[in-house]
């Protein structure tokens, strides 16, 4: 089983009731998406730095837990732009994941009908075109390891940049095609921000409605 470091970000003004809310609701994503969680890193977020989000003491901080609990993945509490997702799994040597991708593949590992599978296919081609110079492979394929390897240059990039803009029109066609017809339908990623407490049942709705369509 891969293993899994949690960073949970603490927001200036918020409680550390409500941050322990937020990283029980991410074990238990992470547990349901089938890895085990090692340890889990509250930061608190003074300020947000562009290329790592977080500084760079605690960057060099959570390089060596990394390295000491031998974790396989590290994984945000909430969405990281794919610059600081290049630039942390150049640092750290590992994947770096966020709380957007663990979802999209509970989606993926528990969508049943031919409809939902368009859906989920749709949403993780959107997600993962802007991320394509990642070092490391996307989750989905690291399964059987989760260390990934280089791409093969420039040619490789922009050839797999078009593959995925071309799947991603024939997926949008296919879908207006056959909407939602005794399949699922995928619901945006983003919770609600007004009613943070509810965010865990928010989730579950979401995983439920990709594996119990209606």
Same mark, same amino acid.
Not at 146 to 156: D, H, I, K
Not at 183 to 194: M, R, Y
């Given at each position: 089983?891969?293993?899994?470091?949690?960073?949970?970000?603490?927001?200036?003004?918020?409680?550390?009731?409500?941050?322990?809310?937020?990283?029980?609701?991410?074990?238990?994503?992470?547990?349901?998406?089938?890895?085990?969680?090692?340890?889990?890193?509250?930061?608190?977020?003074?300020?947000?730095?562009?290329?790592?989000?977080?500084?760079?003491?605690?960057?060099?901080?959570?390089?060596?837990?990394?390295?000491?609990?031998?974790?396989?993945?590290?994984?945000?509490?909430?969405?990281?732009?794919?610059?600081?997702?290049?630039?942390?799994?150049?640092?750290?040597?590992?994947?770096?994941?966020?709380?957007?991708?663990?979802?999209? $593949?509970?989606?993926?590992? !528990?969508?049943?009908?031919? /409809?939902?599978?368009?859906?989920? *296919? %749709?949403? =993780?081609?959107?997600?993962?075109?802007?991320?394509?110079?990642?070092?490391?492979?996307?989750?989905?394929? $690291?399964?059987?390891?989760? !260390?990934?390897?280089?791409? /093969?240059?420039?040619?490789?990039? *922009? %050839?797999? =940049?078009?593959?995925?803009?071309?799947?991603?029109?024939?997926?949008?066609?296919?879908?207006?095609?056959?909407?939602?017809?005794?399949?699922?339908?995928?619901?945006?990623?983003?919770?609600?921000?007004?009613?943070?407490?509810?965010?865990?049942?928010?989730?579950?709705?979401?995983?439920?409605?990709?594996?119990?369509?209606?």
């Amino acid at each position: 089983m891969l293993s899994a470091l949690l960073l949970i970000l603490i927001d200036e003004n918020e409680t550390r009731q409500n941050a322990d809310l937020r990283s029980e609701e991410l074990a238990s994503l992470v547990d349901t998406m089938g890895l085990e969680v090692l340890h889990t890193e509250f930061i608190p977020l003074r300020g947000e730095t562009s290329a790592t989000l977080i500084g760079s003491g605690k960057v060099a901080e959570i390089k060596e837990l990394l390295e000491e609990l031998e974790a396989d993945v590290v994984i945000f509490d909430r969405p990281i732009s794919p610059r600081v997702q290049r630039n942390l799994e150049e640092i750290f040597q590992s994947a770096v994941i966020d709380r957007d991708e663990v979802i999209l $593949q509970i989606f993926a590992d !528990r969508a049943q009908t031919k /409809e939902a599978m368009l859906q989920v *296919e %749709l949403a =993780r081609l959107q997600y993962s075109l802007p991320r394509l110079v990642r070092k490391w492979t996307n989750l989905s394929q $690291q399964r059987g390891g989760v !260390r990934g390897s280089r791409g /093969e240059g420039e040619t490789r990039l *922009e %050839l797999d =940049r078009r593959r995925i803009q071309d799947r991603i029109a024939l997926e949008e066609a296919a879908s207006q095609r056959s909407p939602t017809a005794g399949g699922a339908t995928l619901l945006p990623l983003k919770e609600p921000q007004s009613d943070r407490s509810d965010r865990g049942l928010y989730e579950q709705r979401k995983i439920n409605a990709a594996q119990h369509p209606h």
